[in-house]
């Protein structure tokens, strides 16, 4: 683990436009790409444990919304827990309007940026609940407030890959309504988590848990290396009846048989089926993006799921 002060001059190089992204840390989600509401209900995680990876914070976000208390957050991005206390930080410290204001990136046109989009104005009533929670993660953030303007480190540091607000929204239970975030809020103070810097598929982890999210992990790897993340997990990081979410795929059916040989090998669901079927002991057919905005798509997304007996 990288300490702080390298962490914090990468990113101040990578905002001043002057350091490529080097193969261990990459920019930063700011929200899910998953419909997680769509999903999290099928796990058990009132009272029960959860390894997830870090990405955007909102596993560990609405895991605790569900119920969930002792999370690890095993990721080989630190700029993902720093992200992770700047909105834990800003939920205690923010309305639900505020929040969206200094997250979102648009505003209710898709077309058009959100001008108080990680606004210092709004930042100065997160810092101080940011320093009490982890001063990691103030001092990173409030360093490169300091220095940059908000805009900048958004468009550098964070991934553009944003939906409408409408589809975010959607995707996380915390942001419903107002009702929804202000539940998430009222427990905000107990929440505590473990972070971990690691590789899922090289580096071993101790612990055993209920539950371990691997997220879109299936996209970034072969079906081989996959399969033996699996059986180190099933055998030294999975309680009894456990669960494993394998895999989010994005407009996929489970039971389609077309697939094209340049597809990502998770996407060539019959031999998936087969080779994981150890693995894919449930799945479910979920609303994509698509679904939320249009209706229009017939296929959803799909989770695959392993339930250890």
């Not at 969930?68 to 992200?83: G, H, P, S």
């Not at 959100?114 to 320093?131: A, G, P, T, V, W």
Request: hydrophobic content about 35%; some cysteine.
């Amino acid at each position: 683990m990288r300490n702080i002060e390298t962490n914090l001059y990468e990113a101040s190089l990578i905002c001043e436009g002057m350091c490529c992204y080097n193969t261990e840390f990459s920019k930063i989600y700011p929200f899910t790409t998953e419909n997680i509401s769509g999903y999290i209900d099928y796990f058990d995680l009132n009272n029960k444990s959860l390894l997830t990876v870090g990405s955007s914070g909102d596993q560990i976000l609405n895991a605790f919304y569900n119920g969930a208390r002792d999370i690890t957050l095993f990721d080989i991005n630190e700029y993902a827990k720093y992200y992770v206390y700047l909105k834990i930080s800003a939920i205690l410290s923010l309305s639900y309007n505020e929040f969206k204001l200094f997250f979102f990136k648009h505003t209710t046109s898709p077309f058009k940026q959100n001008e108080y989009m990680f606004s210092k104005e709004i930042f100065k009533k997160i810092k101080e609940n940011l320093r009490i929670f982890d001063y990691e993660s103030y001092l990173f953030f409030d360093e490169l407030f300091s220095l940059y303007e908000g805009s900048i480190i958004r468009d550098r540091l964070f991934d553009d890959d944003e939906d409408r607000n409408k589809v975010i929204i959607k995707f996380n239970k915390y942001l419903k309504d107002e009702e929804s975030y202000n539940k998430l809020q009222s427990i905000i103070r107990e929440i505590s988590f473990k972070y971990i810097q690691g590789n899922f598929f090289e580096d071993d982890i101790n612990g055993k848990y209920e539950n371990i999210f691997l997220s879109n992990l299936c996209s970034i790897t072969s079906l081989e290396k996959l399969k033996k993340l699996l059986e180190k997990l099933d055998r030294n990081n999975l309680k009894n009846a456990g669960s494993i979410l394998v895999g989010y795929l994005w407009n996929t059916n489970f039971h389609s048989d077309e697939f094209s040989d340049d597809w990502k090998e998770i996407y060539k669901l019959p031999i998936v089926r087969e080779y994981l079927k150890k693995f894919i002991t449930n799945h479910y057919q979920i609303n994509g993006a698509r679904d939320i905005l249009w209706q229009e798509d017939k296929k959803g997304d799909l989770v695959l799921v392993y339930r250890k007996k």
